[in-house]
């Protein structure tokens, strides 16, 4: 077979699968620290500005590299691949900050503020076992412990209006709303969420020092930081002297494609995917049986989680794409060796969950 060709019809291609607009979106083109472009394109699907952030990260400028998500509940195999993106780009050299939104959680998916306090201590020794480096300040942390966070989340809300708030919706929350899983509405709770996950990108060029941030988030959560860039050109225009030439930059990862019919892998929805509290059995059988064969290994769930929820090194997942495109029998053997790395690291959880 011959090897697939990371260029312009290959992206082109990805994307129209995917169903989203080429116009909003790059394709990568750029390494990071360690990160070959053909490794940031096994794990992500386009950025935008990120080659902007790129070069100002090897011009010696203070960059970093910021996530986060909600915790709803355990994580799923979509926040696994979450959690070791932002550890690979860590390894590979550069600052990284993981955002746990506990308060995220308490007011969009309206959780009780004792379970999701208590389960983001969970996430926090799970991420720190999997090996992320917690020596630069702030770089793990949830926004119930930031009150800095929250005071720029109010003041930044001079630059946000129902308008802004109302063309953020994730590209898939018609779907959660007619399930029961967020308010139907811009609620003013669920506003309240989307301006503290604004602070939370901008903080670190607003007030923590860097000239360059770059967010890392799923495509389909690419209205999010569309909304921060709004924002933050707002604030450039009033503090010029200060935020002008800053960078503010995102990657995009592409959906976790769910099982038994799910548009993607979540937390709310069970049945969707792997969630890291499963038995070693189910796992098994979700992968072993559960594969829905595509055209492109992208929009693989099987090899989605080799790619993304591993400790897998870059060679590895290379070899897991060419096989996963042929539907070799190597393929087979190679999703057989990866069931065995996924239950190692469940286990990792489920020992942590079993002391708190």
Known sequence: MKEV?????????????????????EPISFSLGNLSKDDLQRLWLCHMNGNKF?????????AIV????????????????????????QQ???????????????????KDIEYVIKIANSY???????????????????????????????????????????????????????????????????????????????????????????????????????FGKKTFEKM????????????????YSGVMCGFNGYPKMSKSFAGSGI??????????DMIKYG???TKFPETNAVFQMIAWASLYDNEQIKEAYKECFKQSKLWVKIKDEYINHLIKICQMWNEIKGDT
């Open 92 to 110: 590979s050299g550069l600052p990284v900050q993981i955002v746990l939104g506990d308060l995220d959680a308490y007011n969009g998916k309206n």
């Open 5 to 25: 060709i990371f260029n312009k019809d290959y992206y082109d291609a990805v994307i129209k699968e995917f169903g989203y607009n080429p116009l909003e979106f």
């Open 291 to 293: 594969e829905t064969v």
């Open 54 to 62: 790129a070069s100002s990260a090897k011009n010696g400028e203070k």
């Open 124 to 226: 926090r020794n799970f991420i720190m076992n999997l090996g992320f480096d917690i020596k630069q300040p702030n770089s793990l942390r949830s926004q119930y412990e930031s009150l800095s966070t929250l005071r720029l989340s109010y003041l930044i809300g001079h630059y946000m209006d129902d308008e802004m708030f109302n063309n953020t919706e994730e590209d898939l929350h018609e779907y959660y709303s007619k399930n029961g899983k967020v308010d139907k509405d811009m609620s003013y709770r669920r506003k309240l969420s989307l301006n503290l996950m604004i602070a939370d990108f901008l903080e670190l060029i607003v007030d923590g020092g860097f000239d360059s941030v770059l967010v890392i988030l799923g495509i389909d959560e690419h209205k999010y930081v569309n």
């Open 236 to 251: 450039c225009l009033s503090y010029p002297d200060t935020l002008q030439g800053k960078i503010y930059s995102a990657m």
């Open 66 to 89: 910021t996530t986060g998500f909600g915790m709803s509940g355990s994580p799923h195999a979509g926040t696994l691949g979450q959690i070791l993106r932002a550890l690979r780009l």
């Open 275 to 284: 969630r890291i509290d499963m038995s070693a059995e189910e796992i098994r």
